[in-house]
């Protein structure tokens, strides 16, 4: 057996070539929400792939989902996310000071970060 790990002469683009996968959500004329995922062998192509697939539904009438917005009953357009947590912080006030903060499952307080609760 030859190992074939010798690489081309040419910006080797491998850290992409394992397979790669694109996908987007979109909503199409008729409302319904639909997933559309590309495989391809290297990110370049899949991209190239991508980008002709975007054409195509906004040349058809779909619209991108904007996930953000449309879960939250909140219409504020800023949503803070703990970077720990990924969930929605809200933002409290008092005494003049303003913060994010949610709340966990155990009843305690998360701003967000690490060492806060310790
Ligand atoms: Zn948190």
């Not at 397979?19 to 987007?24: E, T």
């Not at 912080?89 to 000071?97: A, E, L, V």
């Amino acid at each position: 057996m030859t190992e074939n790990i010798i690489l081309s002469p040419v910006p080797d683009l491998s850290d992409l070539a394992s397979s790669a996968v694109w996908s987007v959500r979109y909503r199409d004329p008729s409302g319904f929400d639909c997933q559309l995922s590309l495989e391809s062998a290297s990110g370049v192509e899949v991209l190239q792939r991508a980008q002709a697939a975007l054409a195509k539904l906004s040349e058809s009438g779909c619209t991108p989902i904007q996930i953000s917005s449309a879960t939250n009953g909140n219409t504020k357009a800023e949503s803070v996310m703990c970077p720990i947590h990924n969930v929605p912080m809200r933002q409290y006030q008092k005494n003049g000071r303003s913060w994010y903060a949610h709340r966990l499952e155990d009843g305690n307080w998360c701003r967000g970060k690490a060492h806060d609760n310790r």
